[in-house]
């Protein structure tokens, strides 16, 4: 069964950047981070496959970036030109289904959360 851990939220000013951190204790195909806002649904932000492949929401194309160290057991998540709306609590998933989507029904592993809290 694979554990996660995230780390590395906090608060920024707009425009401003984070990169989150989730440490995984186990192999899996696909690997993403999820948001959830206050009120909102949780969404898929942004996935990547073993193979290196990704997938991310319109919302944050062009912003963030999904990656994999494997020498570290880690997950990141660079996020850059922050906007007040990408405030949320970020949560790092994983799953050994195939393919990767950014569907919250297909991860069955989730790590706690870290907030990230974005304001002008």
């Known amino acids: 069964q694979a554990q996660l851990v995230e780390s590395g939220g906090g608060s920024v000013q707009a425009g401003g950047s984070l990169r989150l951190s989730c440490a995984w204790s186990?192999?899996?195909?696909?690997m993403a981070w999820f948001r959830q806002a206050p009120g909102k649904e949780r969404e898929g932000v942004a996935a990547?496959?073993?193979?290196?492949?990704?997938t991310y929401t319109d919302a944050v194309k062009g912003r963030f970036t999904i990656s994999k160290d494997y020498a570290k057991n880690t997950l990141y998540l660079q996020m850059n030109s922050l906007k007040i709306e990408d405030t949320a609590a970020y949560y790092c998933a994983a799953d050994r289904r195939w393919p990767c989507t950014l569907v919250v029904g297909s991860y069955n592993y989730w790590g706690q959360g870290t907030q990230v809290t974005v304001s002008s």
């Open positions: 990547i496959a073993s193979g290196g492949s990704t």
């Open positions: 186990a192999y899996t195909t696909c």
